[in-house]
Nanobody, 126 residues
Framework: QVQLVESGGGLAQAGGSLRLSCAAS????????MSWFRQAPGKEREFVAG???????NYADSVKGRFTISRDNAKNTMYLQMNNLKPEDTAVYYC????????????????????WGQGTQVTVSS
């Protein structure tokens, strides 16, 4: 059984930084599309960043230049480094996995992902 467990969320001030981690178990992420999504109260879940094993990483326009996604296949873990945080980054952040052996394209719709973590809260104060 696949499990994705996020950690690293918390409270930060505007301009500050946080690093999220997503540890996978039950399946190797070597050939998975791994992505971060977020959901603020009253809003739909939205794509934040994604990484495959071939294609360049993909970012939402709202986080480009501030967030960096990475992966450590040896640790079966994905990360999201979030710098220059803004109050509008406040949301529950979810990691997601799409088990695609042959197609490395990064998908941006939640429905295209197979497994999800439980989410971690990120709150940015102004």
């Amino acid at each position: 059984q696949v499990q994705l467990v996020e950690s690293g969320g918390g409270l930060a001030q505007a301009g500050g930084s946080l690093r999220l981690s997503c540890a996978a178990s039950g399946r190797t992420i070597n050939r998975a599309i791994m992505s971060w999504f977020r959901q603020a109260p009253g809003k739909e879940r939205e794509f934040v960043a994604g990484i495959s094993w071939i294609d360049p990483s993909n970012y939402a326009d709202s986080v480009k230049g501030r967030f960096t996604i990475s992966r450590d296949n040896a640790k079966n873990t994905m990360y999201l480094q979030m710098n220059n945080l803004k109050p509008e980054d406040t949301a529950v952040y979810y990691c997601a996995a799409r088990w695609s052996l042959f197609v490395p394209a990064i998908k941006t719709r939640p429905v295209e992902y197979d497994d999800w973590g439980q989410g971690t809260q990120v709150t940015v104060s102004s």
